[in-house]
């Protein structure tokens, strides 16, 4: 560490603060990462090495940072991966850099974790918009950009029958709510690194105490029932992160964990299972697009939060599960909704613009909170959007543009005129043509993300 780091402790002192300086752009190629305690603070924090690191320089420097009595874990070729940052400290320069993420979500931990970065890591503090921090290579949210859904069709693996779209391949989309043929395994059929990016993806621990010795595996009809089960998890793209093959491991319970992997849950994800939880929020494809898989709708509201071949058959099981723990619908009464921020945002009602957001005389289109990535201009009454498939063309709207998930950054404010769709994105309402007009002295609802589900500006504006 001190080898790496004196040289630009030096250079820090002699500059003051280094706050101002810009964030140089990281190379792309990922060596590794490295987990371990902070000697300072005593708190987890996490490296990647970036560039041109050999394998052993990355280990080695690992291994330097293990503190007596602690772990460093170096693992090969992924990032570190955390549900919230406070800010990046990065530092080197040319083409090797080692980039710490500081995780936490609390922002009265900013200024310490500058002052951590700059004063005594000598290296460069690059804020989450947590504290602060404006724009980073997720657009301004810290996470990875959104991937939006692709329909994958590839031709059956060697061995398994043919597909059942045109040629006889198997067609499938890398969504959260997507799913292959019955049968199948969705990771052959799909990309769980677009899938990844469609909500925050971490390990998280399974439900510990729960015992996975269980004498009900032993009963044919309840281990036939887990056998679907399984088999119904692994066509969808569930598996992208409940499965410990998961790059920063399983989120919460798993299809691999040993004994009864249904005893893995908390009692909060088999309520959403049997559908006492409601989960329309997390979006839907109807079920001919999506190989006879289907899931909770605003239509079919207490469906499951999983998504199969069979809605009744897997709320049946789910309740089971729940009368096994002793547990009622009762149980869960204060917990109508299950999305959280996906249901905050598809509730959201929006109020009068305040800071001069909405669409001026010249037809320029002014959002606060960031740059952006998805800019509806909808009728006042319009429903807010929620996610991709089902949620996010509500009825009203009258112009949206996405930007490509490609492009590094979203648009600032005042780039863009209205029924002009910038250069890097894509028209998505209407679907061909430009927009009807704006009509002079009419209200209009201005949503603009800076990324799926990430608000920027929310609000109503009248068209001067
Ligand atoms: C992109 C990653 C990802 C995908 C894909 C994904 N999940 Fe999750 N899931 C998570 C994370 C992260 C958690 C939360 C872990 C935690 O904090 O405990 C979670 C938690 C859950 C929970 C538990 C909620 C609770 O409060 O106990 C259920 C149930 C669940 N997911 C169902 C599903 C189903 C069904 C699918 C597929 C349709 C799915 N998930 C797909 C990442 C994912």
């Known amino acids: 560490m001190l080898r790496l780091v004196l040289p630009l402790a030096t250079f820090a002192l002699l500059t003051g603060c280094l706050r101002n300086d810009p964030v140089p752009t990281l190379p792309e190629a990922v060596v590794g990462h490295c987990r ?17 690191w050999s394998e052993k320089q990355a280990k080695d420097d690992c291994a330097s940072q293990q503190l007596e009595g602690q772990k460093a874990e170096f693992v090969l070729a992924t990032k570190c991966s955390y549900p919230s940052i406070l800010g990046y400290c990065i530092l080197g320069g040319g083409t090797k850099f080692t980039r710490i993420h500081l995780p936490g979500s609390d922002d009265t931990k900013c200024a310490g974790s500058e002052r951590g970065c700059e004063v005594f890591g000598g290296g460069l503090f690059d804020p989450a918009p947590i504290c602060g921090g404006k724009v980073s290579e997720g657009g301004g949210t810290g996470l990875p950009t959104y991937q939006p859904p692709v329909l994958f069709c590839k031709d059956p693996m060697p061995g398994e029958a043919a597909g059942k779209s045109a040629n006889g391949q198997v067609c499938t989309w890398s969504m959260i709510s997507g799913a292959t043929e019955p049968g199948r395994d969705f990771e052959q059929y799909s990309d769980c690194n677009i899938v990844r990016t469609q909500r925050p993806y971490y390990g998280a621990p399974t439900n510990m105490n729960a015992t996975r010795e269980d004498p009900r595996l032993n009963d044919p009809a309840y281990k036939a029932e887990i056998d679907w089960m399984k088999k119904e998890i692994t066509a969808t793209a569930c598996v992208c992160c409940h499965k410990t093959s998961a790059p920063n491991g399983a989120s919460n319970w798993h299809v691999d964990q040993p004994g009864n992997f249904i005893n893995g849950f908390y009692d909060r994800g088999l309520a959403m299972g049997a559908g006492w939880i409601n989960t329309v ?29 069979d809605p009744a058959r897997m709320k049946r099981f789910f309740e089971a ?63 807010s959007p929620g996610v991709a498939p089902n949620l996010d063309m ?23 005129t209205y029924g002009n769709t910038p250069a890097g994105a894509a028209q998505r309402f209407p679907a061909e043509g430009s927009p009807a007009a704006l009509v002079t002295g009419r209200e209009y609802y201005l949503y603009v993300l800076q990324d799926v589900a990430f608000p920027a500006t929310r609000c109503i504006f009248t068209k001067r």
Do not use: H
């Open 36 to 52: 371990y305690t902070n000697p300072f603070a005593k708190l987890e924090e996490c490296r990647d090495y970036l560039g041109e």
């Open 281 to 309: 929020g997390f979006g839907a494809y109807p079920v001919e697009q999506n190989n006879g898989f289907s899931r909770a709708t605003p239509d079919r509201p207490d469906d499951s939060i999983f998504v199969t071949t």
């Open 321 to 383: 599960e729940l009368a096994f723990r002793g547990k009622t619908k009762a149980d869960f009464a204060g917990q109508v909704y299950g999305a959280g921020p996906l249901d905050d945002q598809r509730f959201y009602v929006p109020k009068a613009c305040e800071n001069g957001e909405g669409v001026d005389e010249a037809g320029t289109l002014t959002w606060i909170g960031g740059r952006a990535r998805y800019v509806y201009v909808m009728e006042k009454d319009a429903k």
């Open 394 to 416: 509500p009825a009203g709207v009258v112009w949206r543009f996405d930007v490509a998930p490609t492009e590094k950054q979203g648009l600032e404010s005042g780039s863009v």
